[in-house]
């Protein structure tokens, strides 16, 4: 079982409070009596109590059980995105119905739930530092306090990059403000400066290496900071982020970062923490609650049987035919950077419209091996349980489509061990969510060197991503042994044309190596073309799939960005929140 920063002290202290829940001790002696229940600011000024606070502020990181305020970004990022639709039936979870279709209203529990817990988390870390700030506890070192402070800013840097994300305009609160004064904030500042002062403020000061598992280290904070100047264009800051994290990083066992041989070892808890986490979520299961295990992909698994089966859960987050498509390469084993993977003669085969007893012959064409990492398709093995069998396994295929997710996914093997069934379902498992990977950061590097014109180094960067999965011994295998496709996949040896050419190549890398890890959309947002782009795959996924996504379009200047939550706007007023654009 692991033991992560999660539980470790989490479970221990059981101060995961906010700051609005420190009390103030009364001035009269006979009424300073410990409230049963609730922690006093004495106790949690203590570095126990203060270490308590900041292991709080990282439990949030996986949203608490809130599908929507995790780091995977399923829903905002993917399904956004065009790697998935939301999958099961029409009915079940339909707040998400409209998410996929670009018809969400500032009402929609999906906004709300989203906002939730961001601000739960940067509240949690604002409360770490206005107790830290204030603690006379004589254990705590100057080092010490360096250090929580810059994780708590790193958290909180985490926290804002998200919400600007998602929602762009928003108002920043810090561990300056009083309640009453954080309630009037408006939404009408840049809060780009802020993210980045946090984030540097992190790689300033964190150490290099931690002592515990999860924590953000120097190389987290620079990686973030890449990220943060990439989505504001700032290429020549991001680069030298980037950089050093390509030649410096290290792990928090001292090892350089890099790339793992295989694949498929990156969605699996036995693999966790890994040499190309940089930063990740970290799980834990059987610990007494199933909310330090991995919460967010709880309802994304194959319906009906395997896992979290039989009938315990749940169908959603079925990847996109457009998705699979563009798995498809051409006989040298490159991408088909022209479009033409959804065309007739590329796409790949599938059982839609077949029961798992009726013949079927998977895709024989020429495939990138990630395919069978990324998607279960029928007749493929599908991790150790065997052939995915297709429609059994699917709740409505007419509604979503004849393919499962596949990262992410508890293995047979793992149940009861890496798996905690001690809730509704056996889905919540050990496997960490990875915000930023090492391939992550190779391909934000190959995007800013495209836009400072080093095209040759862009190109060897995209390389290294593409060589890891050439590697056939990681490859997806049948039972005897041989390959469960047609598995092709090479370099690229001819020099990039133009900066066009490198960017569609580079892009494109980060839609197969990323998919489904919620970056997607938020990709498309930051690079302008999302209304080209997924308006061409609501019309082409529609027309495989008209009850959910039939009829429905991108509205540009207005979707790429969700509402601000209306219970927001009425609780702190129309004068202090603004809506966002067409809402």
């Not at 295989?262 to 969605?267: E, V």
């Not at 044309?497 to 190549?505: E, F, I, K, L």
Request: contains cysteine.
């Amino acid at each position: 079982m692991k033991n992560k920063i999660n539980n470790k002290l989490l479970i221990g202290l059981n101060i995961v409070l906010l700051g609005n829940l420190i009390l103030v001790a009364c001035k009269k002696e006979f009424l300073q009596i410990q409230p049963t229940g609730q922690l006093t600011e004495e106790v949690l000024s203590s570095k126990k109590g203060i270490e308590g606070l900041l292991v709080g502020a990282y439990s949030m990181l996986g949203g608490r059980g809130n599908y929507f305020g995790g780091a995977s970004n399923w829903t905002n990022g993917s399904i956004q995105g065009g790697d998935a639709n939301k999958g099961t039936n029409a009915g079940d979870f339909n707040d998400i119905n409209p998410i996929q279709r670009f018809e969400t209203q500032p009402t929609s529990r999906v906004v709300s739930d989203r906002w939730g817990p961001l601000y739960e988390g940067i509240s949690r870390c604002n409360a770490t530092l206005r107790v830290l700030a204030k603690s006379e506890d004589a254990s705590l070192t100057a080092a010490d306090k360096t250090r929580i402070t810059a994780e708590a800013r790193f958290l909180r840097g985490h926290y804002y990059f998200e919400l600007k994300k998602s929602y762009n305009n928003v108002p920043y609160v810090d561990e300056t403000l009083t309640s009453d004064e954080a309630i009037k904030v408006p939404n009408t500042s840049d809060i780009w400066p802020n993210i980045e002062a946090d984030f540097q403020y992190a790689f300033d000061n964190l150490p290099e290496t931690q002592s515990a598992v999860g924590r953000a280290n120097k190389w987290a904070a620079a990686a973030y900071l890449g990220k943060a100047y990439l989505f504001e264009k700032k290429w020549q800051q991001a680069k030298t982020m980037f950089d050093q994290v390509i030649s410096s990083g290290k792990t928090s066992g001292g090892a350089a970062y890099g790339l793992v041989d295989n694949y498929a070892q990156l969605f699996n808890a036995e693999f966790d923490n890994n040499k190309e986490s940089i930063f990740a979520v970290q799980a834990a299961v059987n610990t007494g609650s199933v909310n330090n295990a991995n919460p967010d992909f709880v309802l994304n698994f194959p319906y009906n049987t395997g896992p979290a089966g039989p009938g315990n859960c749940c169908g959603f987050f079925q990847p996109s035919f457009e998705l699979a498509n563009s798995f498809r390469t051409d006989a040298n084993g490159l991408p088909l950077l022209d479009g033409s993977y959804n065309n007739a003669g590329n796409e790949v085969v599938t059982d839609q419209g077949k029961l798992s007893n009726e013949a079927f012959t998977p895709d024989a064409g020429p495939l990138d091996p990630r395919i069978d990492h990324s998607i279960g398709r029928r007749g493929i093995p599908y991790l150790d349980w065997g052939n995915f069998p297709g429609y059994d396994w699917i709740r409505d295929q007419a509604y979503a489509g004849p393919y499962a997710p596949k990262k992410y996914i508890y293995y047979k093997s793992q149940e009861g061990t890496l798996t905690d069934g001690s809730s509704w379902t056996r889905g919540y498992g050990a496997m960490n969510y990875v915000i930023i990977r090492f391939a992550d950061v190779l391909l934000m590097s190959a995007e800013v060197e495209v836009e400072l014109n080093n095209l040759a180094r862009a190109q060897e960067l995209v390389n290294l991503v593409r060589a890891r999965a050439a590697n056939a011994a990681s490859w997806v295998k049948k039972s005897d042994g041989s390959n469960a496709a047609n598995y092709v996949i090479g370099q690229y040896t001819t020099p990039w044309a133009s900066q066009d050419a490198a960017r569609t190549a580079v892009r494109f890398e980060r839609k197969l190596e990323l998919s489904g890890e919620g970056h997607r959309f938020f990709d498309l947002v930051r690079w302008g073309v999302a209304d080209a782009t997924l308006d061409a795959y609501l019309a082409y996924e529609g027309a495989k799939l008209p009850i959910a996504l039939g009829g429905s379009s991108f509205t540009p200047n207005k979707n790429e960005y969700y509402p601000i939550p209306q219970t927001q706007i009425d609780r702190q007023g129309a004068d202090v929140l603004n809506q966002n654009p067409g809402y």
